[in-house]
């Protein structure tokens, strides 16, 4: 039967008027809403205009209720549909506009991070990483056989800095023994210096003979801090000048006293520091303030005070591994490890070859070639400013007991 005879022409006109226009007028406000959105989708307009027509078309048919009620079933899923895609492709844009994060290299590292060649190159060859730190540490043994040299690192820095850590790292590399040494003190959390004794520390190798000494003593020194719980300059002096002995209580109030049984009136050659190490923190590189400004001045004291006398001077920067690096084989590719230590060596006024960049052992269990690598590279080159200073002053003539 035709559907139209079942319906009366007024009805299809009504339904028409009643439906149509309004299944328009909808159409038509989420047309003008979607407008608003479709800035740079000129297609989604002549879409719609399209779809809009057919339903125009279709409701003006005269077809009973049925078929009415499927077109605006099907109508409402395509328009849902449309409306749907119209969303994600303007998702999409947005995101296509915003910028891209950074490309990742194959390590994933951000490539611009990582550069293409290393900022500095500390060993020969880098396809043996085992083999580059057995060259190191042959190299510092070999120091070692100049005719019984003795050398003295004095570590100052800032509370907290690392220097006690930096004194078990060089033993844990130097050692071998498979485990983290503990010879230094380090706490975590203390508002204090943890370290509160000048100490001093012998290292000793792994030889083919077992463990022997290496004529290295490292000066670990309670960290400079503020006016009543740093150590003072003149402390720090003494200590430069050979004047002050082992195991000497540094007091933040009162420099060592003459009469003290710690005081050592007459000092040799072989008591006094042939390389200081200025220890920050790389963390700290705020603006460009690694110390505070007390801090800092007892540094510059310090450095005008050696200069005179053309005593070595490095800058250790501890912690570079919270500088967001996750390879610590890359750390001399890296433009964050470049950067802090370009900061650093304006900071001080040192060159950038002054500046060792070091991550020392803080919470392994075990020991990792890669820091290893690192640790040993950087007492090395330590022990090479000690010798040619030991050497140009002929300092060390004498033999000297560890
Ligand atoms: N992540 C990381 N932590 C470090 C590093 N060096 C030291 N630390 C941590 O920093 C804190 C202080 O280290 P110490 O070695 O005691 O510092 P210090 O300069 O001897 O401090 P004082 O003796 O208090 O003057 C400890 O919690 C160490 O584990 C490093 O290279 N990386
Ligand atoms: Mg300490």
Same mark, same amino acid.
């Given at each position: 039967?035709?559907?139209?005879?079942?319906?009366?022409?007024?009805?299809?006109?009504?339904?028409?008027?009643?439906?149509?226009?309004?299944?328009?007028?909808?159409?038509?406000?989420?047309?003008?809403?979607?407008?608003?959105?479709?800035?740079?989708?000129?297609?989604?307009?002549?879409?719609?205009?399209?779809?809009?027509?057919?339903?125009?078309?279709?409701?003006?048919?005269?077809?009973?209720?049925?078929?009415?009620?499927?077109?605006?079933?099907?109508?409402?899923?395509?328009?849902?549909?449309?409306?749907?895609?119209?969303?994600?492709?303007?998702?999409?844009?947005?995101?296509?506009?915003?910028?891209?994060?950074?490309?990742?290299?194959?390590?994933?590292?951000?490539?611009?991070?990582?550069?293409?060649?290393?900022? #500095?190159?500390?060993? +020969?060859?880098?396809?043996?990483? $085992? &083999?580059?730190? *057995?060259?190191? @540490?042959? /190299?510092?043994?070999?120091?070692?056989?100049?005719?019984?040299?003795?050398?003295?690192?004095?570590?100052?820095?800032?509370?907290?800095?690392?220097?006690?850590?930096?004194?078990?790292?060089?033993?844990?590399?130097?050692?071998?023994?498979?485990?983290?040494?503990?010879?230094?003190?380090?706490?975590?959390?203390?508002?204090?210096?943890?370290?509160?004794?000048?100490?001093?520390?012998?290292?000793?190798?792994?030889?083919?003979?077992?463990?022997?000494?290496?004529?290295?003593?490292?000066?670990?020194?309670?960290?400079?801090?503020?006016?009543?719980?740093?150590?003072?300059?003149?402390?720090?002096?003494?200590?430069?000048?050979?004047?002050?002995?082992?195991?000497?209580?540094? #007091?933040?109030?009162? +420099?060592?006293?003459?009469?003290? $049984? &710690?005081?050592? *009136?007459?000092? @040799?050659? /072989?008591?006094?520091?042939?390389?200081?190490?200025?220890?920050?923190?790389?963390?700290?590189?705020?603006?460009?303030?690694?110390?505070?400004?007390?801090?800092?001045?007892?540094?510059?004291?310090?450095?005008?005070?050696?200069?005179?006398?053309?005593?070595?001077?490095?800058?250790?920067?501890?912690?570079?591994?919270?500088?967001?690096?996750?390879?610590?084989?890359?750390?001399?590719?890296?433009?964050?490890?470049?950067?802090?230590?370009?900061?650093?060596?304006?900071?001080?006024?040192?060159?950038?070859?002054?500046?060792?960049?070091?991550?020392?052992?803080?919470?392994?269990?075990?020991?990792?070639?890669?820091?290893?690598?690192?640790?040993?590279?950087?007492?090395?080159?330590?022990?090479?400013?000690?010798?040619?200073?030991?050497?140009?002053?002929?300092?060390?003539?004498?033999?000297?007991?560890?």
């Amino acid at each position: 039967m035709d559907s139209t005879q079942s319906i009366p022409n007024e009805e299809i006109h009504d339904l028409k008027e009643g439906l149509g226009d309004g299944l328009v007028k909808a159409i038509k406000q989420l047309q003008e809403g979607m407008n608003g959105l479709q800035k740079h989708q000129k297609i989604t307009n002549s879409t719609l205009q399209q779809f809009l027509e057919q339903i125009n078309v279709i409701t003006s048919l005269p077809k009973n209720r049925r078929v009415i009620g499927g077109v605006l079933l099907v109508g409402g899923g395509v328009l849902l549909f449309t409306a749907y895609m119209i969303k994600n492709r303007l998702q999409n844009k947005s995101l296509e506009d915003k910028p891209r994060s950074l490309p990742m290299h194959p390590s994933a590292e951000p490539v611009q991070i990582l550069l293409p060649e290393p900022w #500095r190159k500390i060993h +020969p060859t880098e396809t043996d990483i $085992p &083999k580059i730190k *057995e060259f190191y @540490r042959r /190299k510092i043994v070999d120091i070692c056989h100049d005719k019984g040299m003795k050398l003295n690192i004095l570590l100052l820095g800032e509370g907290a800095s690392g220097k006690s850590s930096f004194i078990n790292s060089c033993q844990t590399a130097l050692g071998q023994s498979g485990s983290i040494s503990q010879i230094a003190t380090v706490l975590d959390g203390s508002s204090d210096s943890v370290t509160k004794h000048l100490e001093v520390h012998g290292m000793q190798v792994k030889d083919d003979g077992g463990q022997e000494h290496i004529p290295v003593r490292l000066f670990d020194c309670r960290g400079l801090l503020d006016e009543k719980r740093g150590v003072q300059t003149q402390d720090i002096i003494n200590i430069c000048d050979g004047h002050v002995k082992d195991k000497y209580e540094i #007091r933040p109030d009162t +420099p060592i006293n003459i009469s003290d $049984p &710690k005081y050592r *009136e007459k000092s @040799r050659k /072989k008591d006094k520091i042939h390389c200081i190490v200025y220890v920050m923190d790389a963390q700290n590189q705020n603006g460009d303030n690694f110390v505070g400004q007390k801090v800092r001045d007892q540094f510059e004291e310090v450095k005008r005070y050696l200069s005179r006398s053309g005593n070595p001077q490095l800058t250790l920067l501890t912690k570079i591994d919270r500088l967001g690096i996750r390879h610590m084989d890359k750390i001399f590719y890296d433009q964050r490890v470049k950067e802090c230590c370009e900061m650093a060596s304006s900071f001080l006024g040192f060159s950038l070859g002054c500046v060792l960049p070091q991550a020392n052992y803080c919470e392994e269990v075990i020991p990792s070639v890669e820091k290893d690598l690192i640790t040993l590279f950087n007492i090395w080159k330590i022990m090479e400013s000690a010798k040619s200073y030991v050497q140009k002053t002929s300092a060390m003539t004498e033999s000297v007991p560890m």
